[in-house]
């Protein structure tokens, strides 16, 4: 049966991102327009802006990822798209666009969850990573720890009760002044290096609360005082800081990286504990989003995988953070199993979806 290849088109958030993927695990090509610019003009994502900045490059990254791939629209055996959660208007670009291509080229479709999209490319990258298995999922909107028991069959263990740590990230970024422009939490991880994660003691979150959730309020609020209760000048950015100045922010950067990444541990070494009562067989974590590509995260969580006799799988940083393969390929893994879509009608308005 298996010979599938299929474009991924994902728009859920800020990065306009398609790829073409083959059953055999192959990536043929993978291409993002990311809005970063855009971020550090306003500061954030802004729904209508981003979508008309998707709206401006789909075309030419599904072009790009076609001919990068050497094939044409009538090669593939089906598209798929990210139908949510994300903002809505964005999302819409990515879907008229595949349902466009769907309609011409009479292909099928194949509604991707962008969740599920971030854990599954795991199995791309291990091709031996079976069902069950535990899957931790770090990102700027999403914390979530979810058992995989089969395709399509997940149970979700725990989810933040508040903020996600990627938001954390972007807000210690934001408020130590660091240059936004590669994203908050590359900046955070790069300086915290130079500081001395013991020298600021920020509470570890939620430590009586002996479940599965997250919670990085707090937290975020703890970094928040520390900046404004310390001597730095967040208004000067940390490239012409002083050095002490420099130190101070290094150290609140690597004091709360600390923490942020030890309630991780914590809450993972749980969901172990309930994930194998539930299913005794699991051998694996996986650990994917755009924070998985964090290496101090991967370095800390490896051990306490390690610690209990798992395997850690951590996709590419590439793949962790948003993109189209991951998209392409949980196309494939329901197509196979003949969930799809059939083409939608040639004739149909742009404004059906
Ligand atoms: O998965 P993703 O690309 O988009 C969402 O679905 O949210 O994740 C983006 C988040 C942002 O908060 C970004 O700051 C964070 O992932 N991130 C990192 C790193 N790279 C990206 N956080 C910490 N360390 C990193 N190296
Ligand atoms: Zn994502």
Known sequence: DDDLVVLGIETSCDD???????????????????????????GGVAPKMAEEAHS?????????????????ES????VAVTIGPGLSLCLRVGVQKARKLAG??????????????????ARLVQGELQFPFLVLLISGGHNLLILARDLGNYVQLGTTIDDAIGEAY???AKWLGLDLRKSGGPAVEDLA??????????KVPMKQHKDCNFSYAGLKTQVRLAVESGSINPEIPVSS?????????????????????????EKCERAIEWASKIEPSIKHLVVSGGVASNQYVRARLN????????????????????????????????????????PPPTNEPEDAV
Request: include cysteine; proline fraction near 3%; aromatic fraction near 4%.
């Open 16 to 42: 306009t991102a398609a790829a073409v993927v083959r059953s055999n695990g192959e990536i043929l090509s993978q291409v993002v327009s990311s809005q970063a610019d855009l971020l550090v003009q306003y």
């Open 56 to 72: 401006k490059v789909i075309d030419q990254v599904v072009q790009e990822a076609l001919d990068k791939a050497n094939l044409s």
């Open 75 to 78: 090669d593939l055996s089906a």
């Open 104 to 121: 011409t080229y009479a292909l099928p479709i194949v509604g991707v969850h962008h969740m599920e999209a971030h854990a599954l490319v």
């Open 170 to 172: 972007d807000k210690t």
């Open 193 to 202: 290096r130079e500081g001395d994660a013991n020298s600021i003691k920020f």
């Open 241 to 265: 800081a002083s050095s002490e100045d420099r130190k101070e922010r290094a150290n609140i950067a690597a004091s709360f990286q600390r923490v942020a990444v030890l309630h991780l541990e």
């Open 303 to 342: 051990q306490i995988v390690e610690k209990n006799c798992l395997q850690l799988v951590c996709p590419p940083p590439k793949l962790c953070t948003d993109n189209g393969v991951m998209v392409a390929w949980t196309g494939i893994e329901h197509f196979r199993m003949g969930r799809f879509d059939p």
